[in-house]
């Protein structure tokens, strides 16, 4: 019997059966293990989601370091027109079977047209449309009593997604990072919705390492809060608008040598979502 053939056939029929009892875990509402991100060929992937519904990518084969090991890996996205949430998801198996237990992480971003929309774990819904998802997976395989992986694969895992989920009803706030080099840039927070977003605030982290707190924009709507952040209060924002904030000179460097920064955006009427400073 020709063994490749065999394993082949092997490899489709546990990759299926493996994803359908993660999809069918991630539609009952089980909490997979938060993401990351990834590469592979970038294969297209077509996707319908509606409202509250997951749907997951073609998912890949990596190999192990040891023999017969591998990791099929793929991710799955839920959204509910306001938030979207991307997971990673992997099944781990060796030349004789599976491993008794088998994690995912990885980081991810969403680029349109090359250029980063959104990124996280739980991030703003970008809205309907064609996008690239680049996921980082880590996958991790055990077998029984062992303190430490048997398994261990990352790479980064490359798809076009596409979604038709609506924006819900109310304001909608996508943070942008503007054109930026290692001395400045630019924070633009737009409102995709359908309503003004009330009173919107966004918040500069201060670098861990300074001597003291440090005001990182110059723009006279901002403060130093109690935390030594910068909090600056931006106004209300209309529907298909956007407001716009320059950072100091000093806070991209800074953000360069503390890699752990982040600035964010909310509003009395939506929620505070997180993205990194600078780059």
């Not at 395989?141 to 261990?152: C, H, K, Q, T, V």
């Not at 009330?198 to 901002?222: E, I, M, W």
Request: glycine share 12%; proline share 5%; hydrophobic share 35%.
């Amino acid at each position: 019997m020709n063994t490749m053939a065999l394993r082949s056939r092997i490899s489709v029929n546990r990759f299926s059966s493996a994803r359908i009892a993660a999809v069918a875990a991630f539609a009952l509402g089980a909490v997979p293990v938060a993401g990351m991100g990834s590469t592979a060929a970038a294969t297209p992937t077509a996707g319908a989601t509606a409202a509250g519904a997951p749907h997951c990518t073609e998912g890949e084969s990596w190999k192990g370091g040891g023999w017969g090991q591998y990791a099929d890996v793929w991710a799955c996205m839920k959204t509910d027109g306001k938030t979207l949430n991307i997971t990673a998801h992997a099944a781990c198996y060796y030349a004789l079977g599976t491993y008794e237990r088998c994690s995912a992480t990885g980081n991810w971003t969403l680029r349109k047209n090359g250029e980063a929309v959104v990124s996280g774990g739980e991030a703003p819904y970008p809205g309907p449309g064609t996008y690239e998802l680049d996921m980082y997976i880590v996958a991790e395989g055990r077998s029984a009593g062992s303190s430490s992986p048997n398994l261990r694969v990352s790479g980064r895992h490359v798809r076009t997604v596409t979604f038709d989920t609506p924006f819900t009803n109310g304001p909608h706030l996508l943070g942008a990072n503007g054109p930026s080099d290692s001395s400045k840039s630019t924070l633009t927070v737009m409102n995709k919705g359908d309503q003004t977003a009330k009173a919107v605030v966004v918040t500069l982290s201060s670098p861990q390492n300074a001597g003291g707190a440090a005001k990182l924009s110059d723009d006279r709507r901002c403060k130093l809060n109690h935390w030594g952040n910068t909090e600056c209060a931006l106004g209300d924002v209309a529907p298909n608008s956007s407001v716009s904030l320059p950072v100091s000179d000093d806070a991209c460097r800074m953000s360069s040598e503390d890699g752990s920064r982040y600035w964010s955006y909310k509003a009395e009427n939506f929620p505070e979502f997180h993205a990194p400073l600078c780059g």
